[in-house]
Every structure is written in structure tokens, then in C-alpha cells.
């Protein structure tokens, strides 16, 4: 008989665990049995995260920064005492129109969404690459299926995807796998500071492109993720036909997102947006490996 697979007793690195997703998740694997650490930014957040982890450690973090990532890596592997998991799930959004829109927005998530995953599959790789590793790349349905105003968001989500079936081939003979997970719209603060804006509800009238998702179905098909170190993870499930079939959904996404579109790049092009996760600025004084 096959055993159920446990994270009982795994190392689990987590990027972008002071909110949302990443604090969640972390929760959910430390109630399974996994020794944690954290990864973030907004350290009083991150410190709140990880008491509720059983005072994990925890390290302030700019995922955009090469040096940050790197000392933040080595230092929560050395808490752990080695590491069998890594999920590359820090992130940003922000609506931008390609056109007229504010060059900065593109930049910065490009930093932090796909630069930020290479340097962390950069630091923490080599230590999950062994038999029983694994990775996590969080991508997006974004990646996939691409809408307006989210050409930044797409096309970091895009190349994660794309690191993450590059690294699994590179991988494979270590007996470490590799996963990407695919979200849609959840209701996490991603999402509603994403698509709260003007632009997004003069284009769709309630504020999302989707059905949106309770945050807790994600939790578990991740948490079960993990645990069998599954190649995908769609969230929600009835969305899997997407991936092989995206070409077509484009196409359907092309005629669908016409509605009050100029009008809503109009808005977008003079409405001021903030990142779904503050950003550090170019004068800050970031604490690297700073823990309880």
C-alpha cells in the first residue's frame, strides 16, 4: 500500500510570508508538522506570522535584491539545519496600461515577481536538490490567459512559469521535482487592492476578471501540493482546462475585455495606483536576517 504523503518533520522556506498567501500558507504547514522560516518584507507583520508558527524564524527580506536574498537564504537554512522545500511565493500587482502608463509599474514587478524567484531559486536551490526536494513557484492563470491592464503582472507570471519548467528539467537528475502553481483571482488583499481601482471596475463593473476564490481552497490544494510534490497545482481546479487550451481562451479574452475599454485605459492612464505590498524605497536601510 501507497503511505500518505507527510510534511511532518519537512524544512520549508516560505518568500512573501508576512501577508496573504505566504502568511497563510506558512500556518497551514507549521499545523502540519513542518519546521518553517519566512521570508518578507514589513517585519512587525512577518514577527506576527511567525509566533503563530511557533516563534519560527523569520528574516526581512527585499526578494528584488540579490545580496538581501542571499544572506536571508543561507541564514534561514542554517535555522532549519537544511532544507527540503523552498516556495518562491513573494509578488506584487499593479494595474498598468502599456500605453501612457507609469514605466516604474513594469520595472519593479518584473523585479520582484520573476528577478526575485531567480534569486531565490538561485540561493535556496542547491540546498532542496536531493531526493525529496522540492520547489514551488507561484505563478498565475495570469500567466496564461492575458488581460488589460495587467501586462506587468502577466508577463513576470509568465516567466516564473517558465523558470519553473526550466529548473525542473535541470533538476531532474538530483531527485529533487518541481512545481508552479496556477491561482486565479483569490480573495486574499491581492486582489481586492488589484482590481479595486477605477480602471478595473469601469472595464469589468465589479472589480475582477473572475468568479473569485476563497483564499482557503488555495491553502489546501498547496498544503496538498506540497506534501506529494505535485508538478501543478491549479487553483480553482475547474480552471486546469485553461493551461493546454490557452491559445484558444485568449482569443476569447480578446473580444470579451473590449467592453469600455478605452474609457477604462483612459482612467488607468491618470489614476495613481500602489503596489499590492508596499515597496521599499531607494533610501532605505533594510535589516538583512533580522529575526526574534
Not at 544572506?71 to 501612457?100: K, Y
Not at 513576470?156 to 512545481?179: D, H, P
Not at 473572475?210 to 496538498?224: D, K
Amino acid at each position: 500500500m501507497f503511505s500518505t504523503p507527510t510534511l511532518k518533520g519537512r524544512r520549508v522556506l516560505v518568500t512573501g510570508a508576512a501577508r496573504g498567501i505566504g502568511a497563510l500558507l506558512s500556518e497551514r504547514l507549521h499545523l502540519e508538522g513542518a519546521r518553517v522560516a519566512l521570508l518578507g518584507l514589513e517585519p512587525e507583520l512577518l514577527e506576527d506570522v511567525a509566533g503563530r508558527c511557533g516563534d519560527a524564524p523569520w528574516f526581512e527580506c527585499d526578494i528584488a535584491d540579490r545580496e538581501h536574498v542571499e544572506v536571508a537564504v543561507e541564514a534561514a537554512v542554517a535555522a532549519l539545519g537544511g532544507l527540503d522545500v523552498f516556495v518562491a511565493n513573494a509578488g506584487i500587482a499593479a494595474q498598468l496600461p502599456l500605453l501612457g502608463g507609469d514605466p516604474t509599474v513594469m520595472e519593479r514587478t518584473i523585479a520582484v515577481n520573476l528577478i526575485g524567484s531567480y534569486y531565490t531559486i538561485r540561493a535556496a536551490g542547491p540546498h532542496i536538490s536531493h531526493p525529496g526536494g522540492y520547489a514551488l513557484l507561484v505563478s498565475s492563470m495570469a500567466s496564461a490567459v492575458h488581460l488589460p491592464l495587467m501586462g506587468a503582472y502577466s508577463a513576470s507570471k509568465a516567466g516564473v512559469e517558465a523558470l519553473g519548467n526550466t529548473l525542473r528539467i535541470e533538476l531532474s537528475g538530483t531527485g529533487a521535482k518541481v512545481g508552479v502553481a496556477y491561482f486565479s483571482e483569490l480573495d486574499t488583499d491581492m486582489t481586492s487592492r488589484g482590481f479595486g481601482t477605477e480602471a478595473a471596475k469601469k472595464l469589468v463593473g465589479d472589480g475582477a476578471f473572475t468568479r473569485i476564490t476563497p483564499v482557503e481552497v488555495a491553502i489546501r490544494s498547496v498544503t496538498a501540493g506540497i506534501a506529494r510534490r505535485s508538478r501543478r497545482i491549479v487553483v480553482p481546479r475547474q480552471l486546469v482546462p485553461v493551461l493546454p487550451t490557452r491559445m484558444l481562451a485568449q482569443r476569447v479574452i480578446d473580444v470579451a475585455a473590449r467592453r469600455n475599454l478605452r474609457a477604462a485605459l483612459e482612467i488607468a492612464r491618470r489614476e495613481r495606483v500602489d503596489f499590492t505590498t508596499p515597496q521599499p524605497t531607494d533610501d532605505r536601510e533594510a535589516t538583512v536576517g533580522s529575526s526574534r
